[in-house]
């Protein structure tokens, strides 16, 4: 059984730069993209991006210019940066599985990690 | 991107019950590539349902999904006390995938 477990600062700056880690366990690590979704206290989800082991990345391009997503095979880990944090990227930040479709760019979330609360204030 | 709509948004309930709950594209969903996710408070999102009406591992048959296009459905037939949640539908055929802002299925 797959386990996802994020973690990282729970406090950024302004300006500065948001880091969080996903620890995998109990999967194939290469079988599969790992995606990342934010979710603001009370509010909606917003898929962030997805990385596969060959670093293939997509991301949303709503983020794009501030996101960037890798994998350490190593570790089993995937790491997330997002630079130039304000006040509206304060959020629960969760990473998730997400099964390869041929042909398609999916973002399926088949397995959640338990997110990881990260605030943005100075 | 695809807009997703979903409704209504709060859904009030007794358990025994069957709740429909709505997802409205704004274009075509890519060969029905349509989730719907459980959410508990204070818990991460849970897969429920893929493909328009496949059930994830471990979801029971009082969960269905139906529609194709640009409208969907998720049906709880006898709704159990554990069933009190949010519900997103999700497509994810194109990229970025998005979600729709959720519907509250509450006692």
């Known amino acids: 059984q797959v386990h996802l477990q994020e973690s990282g600062p729970g406090l950024v700056k302004p300006s500065e730069t948001l880091s969080l880690t996903c620890t995998v366990s109990g999967a194939s690590f290469t079988n599969y993209y790992w995606s990342w979704i934010r979710q603001p206290a009370g509010k909606g989800l917003e898929w962030i991006g997805r990385v596969f082991y060959t670093g293939i990345t997509h991301y949303n391009p709503s983020l794009k210019s501030r996101v960037t997503m890798s994998m350490d095979t190593s570790k089993n880990q995937v790491s997330l940066k997002l630079t130039s944090v304000s006040a509206a990227d304060t959020a629960v930040y969760y990473c998730?599985?997400?099964?390869?479709?041929?042909?398609?760019?999916?973002?399926?979330?088949?397995?959640w990690g338990q997110g990881a609360l990260v605030t943005v204030s100075s | 991107e695809i807009v997703l709509t979903q409704s209504p948004g709060t859904l009030s309930l007794s358990p025994g019950e069957r709740a429909t709950l709505s997802c409205r594209a704004s274009q075509s969903v890519r060969s029905s590539y349509l989730a719907w996710y459980q959410q508990k408070p204070g818990q991460a999102p849970r897969l429920l349902m893929y493909?328009?009406?496949s059930r994830a591992t471990g979801i029971p048959d009082r969960f269905g999904g139906s529609g194709s296009g640009t409208e969907f459905t998720l049906t709880i037939n006898r709704l159990e006390p554990e069933d009190f949640a949010v519900y997103f539908c999700?497509?994810?055929?194109?990229?970025?995938?998005?979600f729709g802002g959720g519907t509250r299925v509450e006692i």
């Open positions: 999700q497509q994810y055929g194109d990229s970025p995938g998005t």
């Open positions: 998730a599985r997400t099964p390869p479709i041929p042909g398609v760019v999916a973002t399926l979330l088949d397995s």
């Open positions: 493909g328009a009406s």
